[in-house]
C-alpha cells in the first residue's frame, strides 16, 4: 500500500471524493480559533498537517465488535448442566418426599418455631445493634477506660464460641445461684434464684445479644471511620451538638458502609438462632426436630425447615437492597432512579457475564 | 489597620476612643508534638476589615484560623471574639475550659469555610444550609425560606435540591458559604476556600467572597490567590514558622516587604 501524506487545505488528487467532507473535521473551525474571519494567527493552526493513511477511510467507517471470550461460554455451559442435574435430582429423586414436605409446611408447632425463630432474630439483631453503636462510641471515645472496656469486649466475646457463650448463660446458676439487684459491695434490695430468671428462652436472647453486639461494634465503627473527619468538624463549626452531629451528620453517612456487613450479620443471626435447640428452646430447628424423632420422616423435614430459612433469608435480602438504595442518596450523579432488583439479580448471575460492575447487589 | 505585629513585647494598648476590635488574638501558642506550629501570635481584627493570612504551607496559617472557632485548642494564649473568651472562662488565675453546649453556641456565631467544602453528602444543597439555623432553635419554615435567599446571594437560586454530588466544586464551595452565613455570623473565617477548585472555577467563589467583603463582613481568608488579597483585604498578615513575620496594608505588604522570607514567598508565586 502507498503511504500518502494528506495535506488537508491542498487533498492529494487521488482522493477528491474525501476531501471536500473530511477537511472541516480536521482544520480548526474559526469559532475554535477564537475569531469568525481567519486572520493570520489563524493560517498558522491551519498550516499544520495532519498525516493521514488510506486505511483511515475504512477504520473510521469500521463497525465495532467486542471480543468473545470462549473460555467463559465454556464455563456458563458446565455450570448450567450441573444446574439442570440438581434440579432433576431435586425433582426425581423420590426420597426427598415432597408431599411429607407440602404436608408438614405450615405445620402448627412448626410454624409456633418459626415465630420464635423471628421473633428471637428481632430481639437479638435490635438489642445488638443498639449495644454495639454504644460500644462503638466508647471504642471511639477520648476517654482511655471507655476505649479498653469496649475493646477488652470485642476481644473476649469474638473469642468464644457462640454455643459456648449459649450453654454458660443457660448453666449461669450454677455459678451464680442468686441474683440481687442493689448497692454494689452494699444493701440488696431484690434478690432472685438465678435458675428460675436464665430460662432457656432468656439464656439464648442474652447469649446471642452479647455476641451480635460485639460484631455489630465492629461493622459500626468501620462505618463510623469511613466518613471523612472533615464532615464532623465542619459540624461543629456549625454549632452542632454533639448528639446531633453523630445523629444527623456521622451515623447516616456511616450507613452505606455498615448496611451490607449488618444485612450479612443478621442473615447470620437468623440461621445461628438455630443454635439455641441445644438448650432445648423450641425455635424452627427444634420444633421440626421433635417431630422427626417420633416419625423418623429425617429428610422431609429438615427440608421444611431449610425451605422456610431460605424464604426468610430472601425477604431479608430485598428487604437490605431497599435499605441499601435509601442510603445511597445522594452519593450517585444522577438523581434518576436507581438499578432495580431485576438488574442487581441479573447481575449476580455470572452465567450472563455481567457480573463486572453489578457484583455490589444482592450478597 | 493597625494590627499589632509585636511577639515578644507586649500587645499595643486600645488607644482611648477607639472601638475593641472584633476579633483579638494574644500570645497564642500550638504545638502538635514536638513541632511548634504557632509560636506566639498577637493579632487584631476590626469589625468590618477583611484580614488575609499569608505564607508557605506549614507555617501555621490554618492552625491559626482553626483555633479562632476554637476547632484547635491553643496550649497557651487565648482568642477572643466580640468580647468573648473563646472555649475558655476566666477564673481565679486559670483558664478552664467550656463545657462543650458553650463551645457550639461561640462557635455558632462564627462561620467557617473549608477547603474541602465538607458539604454533608446525605443532605442537599437546602438541608445543609438549615441544619445549623434548626439545629440552633429557628423554625424549619423560616430557615427555608432564608436559605432560599442565601442561594440566591451566591448565584444559585433553584438549586436547593441538588445534593453535593451533583455540583461542581465552585458550587459546591458556594453553597458551603451559604451554609456558614445562615446562622448569620459576626465573623467569617475562610481555609483556602478556592485550593481544591478547578482554575477556572475560582472566579465565582471569589466573587462570591468578593460580595461579602464589600457587605460589611468581617473576615478572616486564609489563601494563596494573591491577586485577591491585593484587591479585597485591609489588612495582610504573613505568616512563617508559627510567627507573624510581617503585616500591614496590602499596598506595602505585597509590593515592598521587608522580611526577606515574605519577599521569597511573593516572588515565588507572583
Known sequence: MRKSCLWLFRPVSDTPSAAPGRTDRYVTS????GSAVPGPGADQLIARPLVARREDERLLAARLVTSHRPGQWVGAVVVLVLFAMLVHTLVTNPRFQWGIVGDYFVNGSIMRGLVLTLWLTAAVMSCGFLLGIGLAAMRLSSNPILRSLSFGYVWLVRSVPPLVQLLFWYEIASLYPQLSLGIPFGHEFVTVKTAHLFTGILAAFVGLTVDIAAFSAEIVRGGILSVERGQSEAAEALGLGRGRIFRRIVLPQAMPAIVPAMGNLLIGLLKATSIVSVIAVS?????????YQQNFLIMPLLMVATLWYIILTTLLSIGQYFIERY???GKRRNSGPGRGLWQIARGNLPVFGRTRNDLAGLA | MNASVSTASGPAETAPGESLPLVRIRGLRKNFGPHRVLDGIDLDVRE???TVLLGPSGSGKSTLLRCVNHL????SGFVEVAGELIGYRYDHSRLHELPHRQVTRQRARIGMVFQQFNLFGHMTALENIIEGP?????PRKQAVAAAGELLERVGLAGREGSYPRQMSGGQQQRVAIARALALQPRLMLFDEPTSALDPELVGDVLAV??????SGMTMIVVTHEIGFAREVADNVVFLDDG?????GPPANVLTSPRHQRARAFLAAVL
Open chain 1, 327 to 329: 442510603y445511597a442518596r
Open chain 1, 30 to 33: 474559526p469559532s475554535l480559533s
Open chain 2, 48 to 50: 468590618g476589615e477583611v
Open chain 2, 209 to 214: 467572597i468578593r460580595d461579602l467583603a464589600a
Open chain 2, 72 to 75: 484547635e485548642k491553643p496550649d
Open chain 2, 134 to 138: 434548626v439545629a440552633a432553635g429557628v
Open chain 2, 243 to 247: 510567627r507573624i513575620v510581617e503585616s
Open chain 1, 283 to 291: 425455635d424452627l430447628l427444634y420444633s421440626v426436630q421433635l417431630i
